[in-house]
T-cell receptor, first 113, second 118 residues
């Protein structure tokens, strides 16, 4: 079945540091890929997405590129802020009728001033 | 943007009682809604896929008789946890996919409901 593997956290960075959170996936067909963010005590918010190979999703300074050859969708940000502290989930949506979403285990990011 | 609400946002109930959680799409119609469960410091686990006007499709290992799902309309799905026990305490999140959405359309997530069974 489909699966998503992302790097374990927690990740602790100083403000303005560069962020990379690795994500790889296994899926049949042509899934869509997502990054969701969950702030403490809240639900999930879509951060960015990519629907086909070589697409780059971007939002709020975060970027991720759909790499079919390496089955990866790594999340990057050039300069993190304290407000970016949250849990980040990599996910894929299958191309079937219901488009079930499979999530990675989540990576907690803590940014310190 | 598309908004999904959940009610209640948190609930405490006694062991053996039942509790109902509502998921509503506020500004769009959703043919399909999904129910997830999130354990502390863990990822989301899909419990079931809910389709308007038909029976829900449950994931392997999820008890159908314990977690009753009803998708009564294109804007409302409910999850009822029957005869709740402390091990059912968790964070329950729903998501909704817009009706007539094309392939690769995103799902919109609710803010979640924190259930504590004492």
């Amino acid at each position: 079945g489909d699966s998503v593997t992302q790097m374990e956290g927690p990740v602790t960075l100083s403000e303005e540091a560069f962020l990379t959170i690795n994500c790889t996936y296994t899926a049949t067909g042509y899934p869509s890929l997502f990054w969701y963010v969950q702030y403490p005590g809240e639900g999930l918010q879509l951060l960015l997405k990519a629907t086909k190979a070589d697409d780059k999703g971007s939002n709020k300074g975060f970027e991720a590129t759909y790499r079919k050859e390496t089955t990866s969708f790594h999340l990057e940000k050039g300069s993190v802020q304290v407000s970016d502290s949250a849990v980040y989930f990599c996910a894929l949506s299958d191309s079937g009728g219901y488009q079930k979403v499979t999530f990675g285990t989540g990576t907690k990011l803590q940014v310190i001033p | 943007g598309a908004v999904v609400s959940q009610h209640p946002s948190w609930v405490i109930c006694k062991s053996g009682t039942s509790v109902k959680i509502e998921c509503r799409s506020l500004d769009f119609q959703a043919t399909t809604m999904f129910w997830y469960r999130q354990f502390p410091k863990q990822s989301l686990m899909l419990m079931a896929t809910s389709n308007e006007g038909s029976k829900a499709t449950y994931e392997q290992g999820v008890e159908k008789d314990k977690f009753l799902i009803n998708h009564a309309s294109l804007t409302l799905s409910t999850l009822t946890v029957t005869s709740a026990h402390p091990e059912d305490s968790s964070f329950y999140i729903c998501s909704a996919r817009p009706r007539l959405a094309g392939v690769n359309y995103e799902q919109y997530f609710g803010p979640g409901t924190r259930l504590t069974v004492t």
